[in-house]
């Protein structure tokens, strides 16, 4: 380089891409028999049948790797030629360890989902990196999955998400595993193991419905705004249970009769409606849709259309109770369920 010119980050780590396609192995007899016995744990279906049963699948998984203490671990720095760097794990790697670094986990993660005919992405950036995964209707899910461990699944992809509204702020690349495996990207043969590696390993697949845990989160509402506590939540991905129409009346703060609906859809998506009455008529407020993820007894509504948030609802026998919007949001509502013709 002339006159000391500095080497950009992409220049750096212009064969990541291809290291990182390489690392997925989503051919590994381990990993195969992995990703049979996780959706084995949800509905059974097929993840790439649809919206729901590759939700149901991510959820499995997850919980998976949090019943059996799969961690991460903090990266242990190594240097050569004055250049630092760090290994990286095959995902059967993760699981012989129990841990793996962020790159590590996001290896683990796309090599799963693409075993089940999920398509898979890889990014990078300066210091970090995660998986995002492609739903059948083409909506993308990414995971913070260094949170393994010490959050939920909601917290993974409400974190992935934020990062991946930040993408375009930073250096970056997005790879596509399958795009770069289908230009002649391979992976090395993987010594052969025990067909019954996993249980050698100890591993155990608990039931989605059964298993519970305990998790953390907050509630704000206009009794009590400093409310926090500890929930015992079931995982279950079904949304088969809640799919109708769900409503909300109230008055405003200026004496306005108001109407908030949220139609859940069989297809994993809603449709959430403001109303307000002005002169004896309903008069639409503002109207947004989005991806329905549910994660035990909260149901998580991520808006696609952007300047709209993440809406986290806790669900009971005939209602849903919205008790977060936004981060100086206050107000705490109960929409009472109406099944839809």
């Keep these: 380089r002339e006159n000391g010119e500095s080497i950009t ?90 841990a793996g670094t962020c790159i590590d986990l996001a290896v683990f993660w796309a090599s799963a989902a693409k075993a089940v005919g999920l398509e898979a992405h890889v990014v990078l950036i300066p210091g970090h990196a995660y998986p995002v995964i492609k739903l059948p209707s083409g909506q993308m899910v990414p995971i913070e999955a260094t949170l393994i461990g010490r959050g939920t699944i909601r917290d993974a992809v409400e974190t992935g998400m934020k990062n991946l509204a930040e993408l375009n702020a930073k250096p970056n690349f997005e790879v596509s595993v399958s795009e770069y495996q289908n230009a002649g990207i391979r992976c090395l043969e993987l010594p052969a193991v025990s067909d019954n590696w996993l249980e050698e390993q100890k591993y155990e697949f608990p039931d989605m419905v059964q298993e519970t845990r305990r998790v953390t989160y907050e509630e704000t509402s206009t009794v009590d705004q400093s409310a926090a506590g500890q929930n015992e939540l079931t995982t279950v991905g079904n949304i088969a249970p809640i799919i109708g129409q769900w409503q909300q009346y109230y008055n405003t703060a200026e004496g306005e009769e108001a109407c908030v609906t949220i139609r859940i859809e069989a297809g994993g998506t809603y449709v959430w409606g403001s109303f307000k009455k002005r002169a004896g008529t309903w ?52 929409y009472h369920f109406q099944r839809s013709e």
């Design 9 to 98: 980050w992409h220049e750096q780590n212009e064969y990541l891409p291809f290291v990182m396609a390489a690392f997925c192995t989503s051919d590994d007899p381990v990993i195969q028999q992995l990703a049979g016995r996780v959706s084995g744990m949800g509905n059974g279906l097929a993840a790439s049948l649809n919206d729901e049963a590759a939700i149901a699948f991510l959820q499995s998984l997850w919980l998976f790797m949090e019943h059996n203490r799969i961690v991460y671990q903090t990266p242990p720095t190594m240097q050569m030629n004055n250049t630092f760097g760090q290994n990286i794990k095959y995902a059967r790697d993760v699981l012989r360890n129990r």
């Design 283 to 334: 008069v639409e407020d503002f109207r947004d849709k989005g991806r329905v993820m549910r994660d035990g007894n909260f149901l998580i509504l991520n808006a696609e259309k952007e300047g709209f948030f993440t809406r986290e609802l806790e669900l009971s026998a005939d209602s849903m109770k919205w008790y977060r919007t936004n981060e100086n949001a206050t107000r705490e509502l109960t």
